[in-house]
């Protein structure tokens, strides 16, 4: 899952649990996107951890950075370069 999928989807949800007015599924969007923020845990990186491992995982995240931004950050550079020394 990609973080532009994921987010199609919640714009998705939102549009239709607004349409429904449903409140008990509001509360639960918006429970899910504090708990997003608050731990920087989102929902496609851990659906990646849990599919390919820790490794990949941050081997998608660093090309992830990369495709979205233009350049790779420091943090996640250094996690690629060290990802495969360890394992």
């Known amino acids: 899952m990609t ?23 509001m509360y639960g969007l ?26 990949k995982s941050i081997i998608r995240q660093a090309a992830s950075n990369l495709a979205d931004t233009g350049s790779v950050s420091k943090q996640s550079a250094l996690a690629f370069v060290f990802s495969g020394c360890c394992s």
Not at 11 to 17: K, W
Not at 30 to 55: C, D, H, K
């Open 30 to 55: 918006i429970a899910l996107m504090v708990f997003e923020a608050a731990t920087n845990w989102r929902i496609p990186l851990l659906v990646s951890r849990l599919r390919y491992g820790m490794q």
């Open 3 to 25: 973080e532009r999928s994921y987010r199609l989807m919640i714009g998705l949800s939102l549009l239709v649990i607004l349409y429904l007015n449903s409140s008990p599924a």
